[in-house]
């Protein structure tokens, strides 16, 4: 366990933010710990059922404490948890890195989600597929993170809350308070007032998001299914 002062503590589960505050390597951006925020605590974002989503920096990929004690965080504060069976904790990583050190068997999902020219895209696609195959399992939680926590984090959180129904005025209030506002316009541009235009085909965010979506599909006018359209590109791994 990690320790904590009585202070500490009680701000921590004053709210969803999340310090670990761990006695290890000052190897992320936020120096000796990672903050893991939780986006129902962003203004404009809270109340759209985002409770299970947390954005940080890159977490250690050495030290499983950080992790270990989020999930005993997220367990006590979310009433709909089930005691009698483990957290399930999806990691869609934009770092570039891996982090399948931190691998923790069956209960952990690592997504490796590119992010170089043209994998963007593909990469936020399946993003909200596995989100939206999971979300509804109340000890699932989602963790999204890319290296310093802002930009790419940035654009894929904001992704989520659009389609949760966050007017984009909201996201991009919090896209320049986490420092990644030159991302705003990429947000907006593949968000573009909910059509994503890619590969030839115009796609609504939302029918890729919809319950019970099949990616085996064809979208109308295109031979190619959406897998095949936002396939990943290779060594990329989602559960």
Not at 135 to 146: E, G, R, T, V, W
């Amino acid at each position: 366990m990690v320790n904590m002062t009585n202070n500490e503590t009680s701000n921590i589960q004053a709210s969803n933010r999340f310090d670990t505050y761990y006695k290890g390597p000052a190897d992320t951006i936020m120096g000796d710990h990672t903050i893991f925020d939780n986006l129902d605590d962003e203004d404009g974002l809270s109340g759209l059922g985002l409770s299970n989503v947390y954005r940080c920096s890159q977490p250690s990929g050495s030290d499983m404490t950080n992790f270990e004690n989020l999930k005993q965080f997220y367990a006590k504060n979310h009433p709909n948890v089930d005691p009698s069976k483990p957290i399930q904790v999806y990691d869609f990583d934009l770092s570039g890195g891996d982090d399948s050190g931190i691998d923790d068997g069956a209960n952990f999902h690592f997504s490796d989600l590119k992010c170089g020219a043209g994998a963007m895209i593909p990469s936020l696609v399946n993003m909200v597929w596995t989100y939206e195959a999971h979300k509804s399992d109340p000890n699932a939680m989602f963790l999204i993170h890319c290296t310093q926590g802002k930009d790419r984090t940035g654009v894929a959180s904001s992704l989520l809350a659009l389609l949760a129904g966050a007017p984009l005025s909201a996201v991009e209030a919090v896209q320049t308070d986490m420092r990644g506002s030159n991302d705003i316009k990429t947000l907006e541009s593949y968000w573009n007032g909910g059509t994503l235009n890619y590969d030839g085909c115009s796609i609504q965010w939302s029918d890729l998001a919809k319950p019970g979506f099949d990616p085996n599909s064809k979208p109308e006018g295109s031979d190619k299914t959406y897998a095949q359209i936002f396939a990943l590109p290779s060594k990329t791994s989602v559960q």
